[in-house]
């Protein structure tokens, strides 16, 4: 069979309008047939993420969307992203730095066990996650080993089982880099959000501002989106 | 230190209703201090599975209880558990016959990444989970090397890692072994509630009923609850 007569693997990509997922929608969209998935779980900025997620899905034309609420994340508590009488980090993370307040605990386990459902009832093959060890948060969640020791137990605990693949294309870059692969791609970052907490212009300050920020700067580019 | 001074480690136990669970509860308190978590997930019986599981939470006197949505398995669905237009089957499940309609698409990880993350929150070291391979549904998310695999990657995506234990004590075990363990622990059977499909008297009929009516039989002993 000719590559072109190959039929597009279906792929789920979780989106949460953040700069990160976006370039990793940017990647998926090269490869496979798209359904996106986003998820509210009580965040303080969930409005604002949520049109963010619908403008990218919108930019490719895909159809296919699942908007998910994981009310449970909000019962558990325990991160200042859900509460606001704590504060949220400012400023970049230092290095070995201890585990940020806005961590909220193993919740992209809780997004992969969504997407790895939806995936078992639409026949999805691939879940496309922008998740980002090198130059992140030290978010537990991010590291690739978890990504790894996930896909195991997503294909021991499905149906689908080894034909599931767990993808996160940008486990390994830097913010520049994501940046510049976005840019490459021609992914539409203007339409992205990802401000902890902010709605109408970024706030500059949060750690997740500045992450963004200087991924920006390194890759010699300007953000396109408003900030206070 | 001698074992008598020794502080009991403290356990999430994931608690249905169902005669597993609360087998499965009867266990873990013999070891661990206990916290208990309940999932309503729209299935046909919820209200009569949460009655259930706060009574054996009485029983044991357990006052450390988490009750969670988990709304996306609805939104999602692909299974007759959450849909009253597709039948649920009868009867026992046949060797080697096909995955049964009632399967919830890794259902089971859902709830055991509530488990995780409230384990990070309260500093749970175990999460005991009453799911049972051997004579159980045949549903993928029951399978031993599903739980190993999902421990390893709790271990790897969270603050808690190598801390963290899921176990599974029934994976094992016939009904009819199942059964006999309750009874020897004492467990409170007469409050536990298995049926898919009723919530006053069980209907006897549903492969729930069967595998669970089945189980007291070969134990040589007699179902407590009401039947139709």
């Known amino acids: 069979m000719s590559s072109g007569q190959r039929k597009r693997p279906l792929a789920i990509v979780t989106v949460s309008g953040g700069l990160d997922s976006a370039v990793c929608l940017a990647e998926a969209v090269t490869e496979c047939e798209v359904a996106v998935l986003h998820a509210n779980y009580g965040q303080r900025t969930e409005e604002r993420e949520l049109r963010a997620f619908h403008a990218l899905a919108d930019h490719y034309g895909i159809e296919n969307r699942l908007v998910v609420e994981l009310s449970s994340l909000g019962a558990i508590g325990g991160t200042s992203l859900l509460d606001d009488s704590q504060p949220v980090e400012k400023g970049l993370p230092e290095e070995g730095a201890a585990i940020p307040s806005t961590y909220v605990p193993f919740r992209n386990a809780h997004l992969l066990c969504v997407a790895v459902s939806w995936a078992e009832v ?107």
């Open 122 to 228: 639409i026949g999805a093959e691939r879940i496309y996650m922008g998740a980002v060890e090198e130059d992140g948060s030290g978010y537990p969640d991010c590291r690739a080993e978890f990504y790894t020791a996930f896909e195991a137990a997503a294909r021991a605990g499905t149906r689908a089982g080894d034909r599931l693949r767990i993808v996160t294309p940008l486990i390994d870059l830097k913010k520049a880099d994501i940046v510049q692969r976005g840019l490459q791609l021609k992914a539409p970052l203007e339409l992205t959000w990802s401000c902890y907490t902010e709605s109408e212009a970024a706030c500059g300050e949060c750690e997740s501002c500045c992450l963004r920020l200087r991924g920006f700067a390194e890759a010699g580019s300007t953000d396109p989106i408003p900030y206070l």
